[in-house]
């Protein structure tokens, strides 16, 4: 069974740094799509950062706008864990920070299925204060 748990939520201020991280047990795909997504009060969810591996190798990664430049995502294929880096953070970034992935989608797919991801985490929380 396919289990994500995030870590590495707090509180920072405004223009501050945080990682969080999010490992994966239960998994044995050889290319699958990883995401983070976030939803903050009131609002819908929307996606962050999405990428896919195949091979163990990220071969296909994209950024929402609204981090592009700020955000990264990585991963530790021994650890099997992966990382959001969040730079430059600012108040609007607050929310409740979920990891997700699927195994029936691969490379660009990941990217337009985005929304359809079937394994998800519990979620951090991030609030950045101004």
């Known amino acids: 069974q396919v289990q994500l748990v995030e870590s590495g939520g707090g509180s920072v201020q405004d223009g501050g740094s945080l990682r969080l991280s999010c490992a994966a047990s239960?998994?044995?795909?050889?290319?699958?799509?990883r995401g983070w997504f976030r939803q903050a009060p009131g609002k819908e969810r929307e996606w962050v950062a999405v990428?896919?591996?195949?091979?163990?190798?990220?071969?296909?990664?994209d950024y929402a706008d609204s981090v592009k430049g700020r955000f990264t995502i990585s991963q530790d294929n021994a650890k099997n864990t992966l990382f959001l880096q969040m730079n430059s953070l600012k108040p609007e970034d607050t929310a409740m920070y979920y990891c997700a992935a699927d195994s029936r989608f691969s490379d660009y797919w990941c990217y337009v299925r985005r929304n359809e991801y079937n394994n998800w985490g519990q979620g951090t929380q991030v609030t950045v204060s101004s």
């Open positions: 239960g998994y044995s795909y050889s290319s699958y799509c």
């Open positions: 990428f896919s591996l195949r091979g163990g190798n990220i071969n296909y990664a």
